[in-house]
């Protein structure tokens, strides 16, 4: 069944209300982010729409309208090929209200494994577009517990990364287990969580000039080596009930009277934050300037009822509605929770406003990621999942379309360099 027979109603429902209108009209407060890279492969890609008419790329068949990040991507691909290789880092909470969230999401992990790898997205045994067959797989915690952006290496790894297909995963099912198992870090963690800093440890290689601290460095070439790859889709999927709060300043994470309560610390002394262009500029140097292959899934902070009456880029909306306001007092007589189980908006758990986690996505989305948004508070992240997996089938499906088809066919196994052997 191709991505064109799935029930287009139902899910064109669910696009429209939860994913990013991609291409659409920003908010004039907001200024445009790309990259001098990013800009100058946008102005080589309209200079050559041309040439695309001539290759038959005009006529693939869209449901958007073509827009200017329609052709630097088609560019991209034309350039890498298409997508045959998954990269998936999960942040993953350990605070102790995060046990049972924690569990939601593993309950997810084998939908997502069968979707992201045979293309499956509504599991009736028929792929909806080509699936990924290569995959890497790999869960950092925020600060609290492990090494902080340092892959987990756990429910019998014997490596930090795991990989599908390989020897320890040869099969889908063995895979989802051992990486449902990675998602339970467990709930014992203070509260002052740092998973944007964590985030861009775990994608730096140490040679960057990017610095974690003293005599720290970047983990992509070191206890995270081989996970991140060039041409692949990085898939980006942050859970976590409360904001970001990486800092240079540690003294915002002592526990001390002065500081005040944990919870408040980062929202009432924001000047000891890293500010959001840190990762935005950073996880772009990790993709080599160009982030049209990277998407970005927070299950974060968001009122449930924000996320289903709108696009997800309708950031400004969210950011103003009444329960993602910062706390201003540091007693937290005045705390807000963007949900709680008694709103009546249909939150089953509570959660911090995720501002500067929002903010985070808005840029990425600026800069040509693709963003799915979740509420942290929902009873399950099946509406979520559902969207990232649609997202994923259209974005491999028009990496393909950006190819002669004809010789390049969708692979059925990884594919190795040229004069490379297995083994």
């Keep these: 069944m191709s991505l064109n027979s799935i029930d287009r109603e139902k899910r064109d429902l669910r696009l429209d209300g939860r994913r990013p209108q991609r291409g659409g009209p920003r908010g004039s ?52 090929g298409p997508i045959t290789q998954a990269d998936v880092l999960v942040v993953v909470d350990d605070s102790h209200s995060m046990a049972t969230k924690q569990q939601l999401l593993s309950y997810a992990l084998p939908w997502i494994a069968e979707g992201l790898t045979e293309g499956d997205i509504d599991r009736d045994g028929t792929p909806d577009f080509p699936g990924i067959p290569d995959v890497h797989f790999g869960v950092i915690t925020p600060g609290g517990s492990g090494s902080l952006g340092v892959m987990r290496r756990a429910c019998g790894q014997d490596t930090n990364v795991l990989r599908f297909p390989s020897p320890e995963s040869p099969t889908l099912e063995r895979f989802s287990e051992t990486a449902s198992c990675l998602i339970n870090v467990g ?85 000891l934050l890293y500010p959001i262009d840190r990762y935005v500029d950073g996880l772009a140097a990790a993709r080599r300037g160009e982030l049209s292959r990277v998407l970005f899934m927070p299950i974060v902070g968001i009122p449930v009822n924000a996320i289903g009456s709108g696009a ?89 379309d950006a190819q002669d088809t004809a010789a390049t066919p969708p692979p059925t196994r990884p594919m190795l360099p040229p004069g490379a052997t297995g083994g």
């Design 312 to 400: 997800a880029t309708e950031y400004d909306r969210i950011l103003a509605h009444p329960r993602m306001a910062q706390y201003r007092q540091m007693n937290g007589s005045d705390r807000t929770y963007a949900c709680l189980p008694s709103s009546g908006d249909g939150a089953i758990h509570s959660a911090d406003p995720a501002r500067r986690l929002l903010s985070f996505a808005r840029d990425l989305d600026q800069l040509g990621a693709t963003v799915v948004t979740e509420s942290i508070c929902d009873g399950d992240y099946s509406r979520g999942v559902e969207v990232l997996l649609d997202t994923v089938a259209r974005r491999v499906q028009a990496s393909y």
């Design 187 to 271: 709930a014992q963690s203070y509260s002052l969580e740092q998973p944007l800093e964590s985030m861009l440890r775990a994608v730096t290689p140490s040679t960057s000039s990017i610095s974690f601290g003293a005599d720290e460095a970047g983990q992509a070439d070191r206890g995270n080596a081989g996970f991140l790859r060039t041409r692949s889709l990085l898939v980006i999927v942050m859970l976590t009930d409360e904001d970001d709060c990486s800092g240079s300043n540690r003294g915002v994470f002592r526990n001390h009277p002065s500081a005040g309560e944990p919870n408040m610390r980062c929202y009432v002394h924001p000047e």
């Design 29 to 80: 407060q907001h200024h445009d982010r790309r990259s001098p890279a990013l800009a100058l492969v946008a102005s080589i890609a309209l200079g050559l729409s041309g040439c695309y008419q001539l290759h038959g790329i005009d006529d693939l068949e869209s449901e958007d309208p073509q827009t200017e990040e329609d052709l630097v991507n088609r560019h991209q691909d034309s350039l890498l």
